[in-house]
């Protein structure tokens, strides 16, 4: 199904019946990522909304980096759950940009999102200030990504080697999977203006944690001790944000950063356990 927000169309997987559970994937996914996590859920009882985020899969790609700015994401998300008529969202579940994107709605929407589950990525005021020096150098491909052009013929250069050497060594075919996917016109460029509409260079300066406001629903932080792009500390340090007795956190091992793939068995019953629990108190 595809939906049209503000003049750009969305695809939208939508399955099942129940309370909604919304998944959100990041770069350079689609709604593939969760494969292993949809069926599972609507067996579950849940109705499950995952759509291709602006930019990526089969949704639309437009090249104005500002169409990609979290006000305008947040927007994309709003609409599409207006046009289906779904006031609210059981549980937003999102990885990497997406958790960044999740972490935004249930902060600023509370009404609409009645928990969150943020996989790799915690809150976003956590990730330089608190995340000190370490994530700061794991995280140098970011300002890479912001010179227009220059990142879009590096990662592509001898058949796309530099993607394949950050983040897919290991698994050549998932290499090939995305290579073809970021090969489609426009889609390198669209996927790289997440990070320019975002990534702000003073964030990276940051020592002290800006302010924000606390979340106040029940929340679950996912980390992986396989991920080589984001660390710990930023994930656990996320439990300033929110509500006393509203965090728990779990770290999963044997798994690298795409937790849904690596470990889709162990995050299927987090996610299963924590959509139906009534109490919060994990640390």
């Known amino acids: 199904m595809r939906v049209t927000v503000e003049g750009v169309q969305i695809q939208v997987t939508d399955l099942g019946s129940g309370q909604v559970v919304l998944l959100l994937h990041g770069f ?18 849940y109705r499950v909304l995952a759509p291709d985020l602006n930019g990526f899969g089969l949704s639309d790609k437009p ?9 305008n994401l947040l927007k994309d998300i709003l609409g599409i759950l207006d046009q289906l008529h779904i006031r609210k969202v059981h ?22 999102f009645e928990r ?11 990730m330089f200030s608190l995340g000190g020096n370490k994530q700061r150098e794991k995280s140098w491909y970011m300002l890479f990504f912001k010179f227009k052009g220059i990142s879009e013929r590096a990662l592509q250069r001898n058949d796309w080697a530099l993607l394949r050497e950050l983040w897919f060594a290991d698994d050549p075919q998932v290499a090939t999977d995305y290579i073809a996917e970021l090969s489609r016109p426009g889609a390198l460029t669209a996927a790289l203006n997440w990070y320019r509409a975002n990534v702000q260079l003073e964030q990276f300066g940051d020592t002290k944690p800006r302010p924000a406001p606390l ?6 932080g ?8 984001v660390l710990e500390a930023q994930m656990k340090a996320s439990a300033r944000y929110v509500q006393d007795g509203m965090w728990q956190y779990h770290q999963i091992r044997n798994a690298g950063h795409w937790i849904p793939r690596d470990a889709p068995d162990e995050l299927n019953d987090l ?7 009534t109490s919060i108190s994990k640390l």
């Open 28 to 45: 350079p996914d689609s709604a593939r990522l969760w494969k292993d996590q949809i069926p599972v859920l609507v067996e579950s009882g």
């Open 63 to 71: 090249q104005d980096v500002q169409l990609y700015a979290m006000p």
């Open 91 to 112: 549980c937003v579940v999102g990885h990497d940009w997406g958790a960044a994107l999740a972490w935004q709605l249930a902060g600023r929407f509370p009404d609409r």
């Open 116 to 126: 969150l589950a943020a996989l790799s990525v915690g809150h976003n005021a956590s």
């Open 215 to 220: 979340l106040r629903c029940p929340v679950m």
């Open 222 to 229: 996912i980390w992986s001790c396989g991920d080589s792009g």
């Open 271 to 277: 996610l299963r356990d924590f959509l139906k629990s």
